[in-house]
């Protein structure tokens, strides 16, 4: 086989600064040095011949030269795991093809294949360990297993909440009656109040199930960022305890309508809202603010990758204590709370209903700081000439 011209056209070589066999060898050094899977040989007598760039990222090991030549079983003393599987290289009969195994160190999972290394003669020289990290392959199919999931427990949900929600009404009627009975029991006025906030309790939660699990049908007409906001802020007012908490809201005047659904954009701004004032257990302030972006660069949204939309980009930022790091990338699962009261829907509710919009929803926060929810959502169509 022939690499020279092709190798030296790659690497912006002179075509005769080395003999092709050279070029060969430094072509694949760089080839197995930069390949996205992981790569470590080993010696008949246990040394490291080889260990590439993504080995020595998934093992967690120093640059891979200065491992050569040192026994394998000390360079990878962190992972028994694969000391092990290479140790079993020159006796097995069948060796690992496509096999699979957690590292107990980092609980990467890595899939890999194992090979021999023979010479002309036949003879094993060594074995060749091929790998790659599966995390990510894994967490998509994570992810496609708690969809269909969510879809069987969210028919099972939607059946229950609705079976829930008629005996949970006769219990506050009764409870309403019976405390009109108990005028003159005050300790029996008492608990049939308890009894009537807790069921109003779980009515909400019953409600907030529903919210979820109902497939969105959207009506999307033009509609106002400014009203929805403040038609939030109204609501919300009536639900959370704001306390000292101040807010400021800022709309421009001129800021196009968004295709939208009116009470679902509602309920959007109103969970966000809820969720600072709860953060911020009365004290601090609440920003509220919408703009329009017209570049990517802006925030715009760009469908298809194409070009950039108008969008308008709301902010609801808080200067509460933060979302911790280990938490962030949980909040919009369903049934995530920090909250000893929380059904942790709230978020999720927010998402399902942006991107029914085929909106953006994100986060940025920092500890002790503030978070900021950031809902881009774009113009409606007519807006911009498109549809009339
Ligand atoms: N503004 C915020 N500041 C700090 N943490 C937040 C903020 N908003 C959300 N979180 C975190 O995200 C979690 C999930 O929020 P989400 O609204 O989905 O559920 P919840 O508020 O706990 O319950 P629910 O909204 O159903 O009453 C919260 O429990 C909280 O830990
Ligand atoms: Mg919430």
Known sequence: MSFAPACAGVMHMPKRAAKPSRLTDVFFRHMVGNMRNGVLAIARDGAVVLVNDEACRLFDLPPGASLVGMPYGEVLHGHPDIVRVLGGAFDMVTLPNRAELRLRSTSTVIGYTLSLVRDEAGTTVGAALFFKDLTDVEQIEERERLRDRLAAVGEMAAVMAHEIKNPLAGIEVMAALLRRKTRDNPDAQTLVTEIINESKLANAIVQEVLAFVRPIRLQLFPTSVADALNSALTLVDGEAARGATAVTLHVPTDLPPVGGDYHQLTQVFANLLINAYQALAGRGHVHVTARLATT????????????????????????????????????????????????????????????AHEGRIDMTTTDGRGTCFRVTLPVAPHQHGTHH
Request: net charge negative; hydrophobic share 45%; no cysteine.
């Open 296 to 355: 990517e660069e802006a925030g715009a949204l760009v469908p298809g990758g194409q070009t950039a939309a108008p969008t308008v980009v709301v902010e609801v930022a808080d200067n509460g204590p933060g979302v911790p790091a280990d938490v962030a990338d949980k909040i919009f699962n369903p049934f995530f709370t920090t909250k000893p009261k929380g059904s942790g829907l709230g978020l999720a509710i927010v998402r399902k209903i942006v991107d």
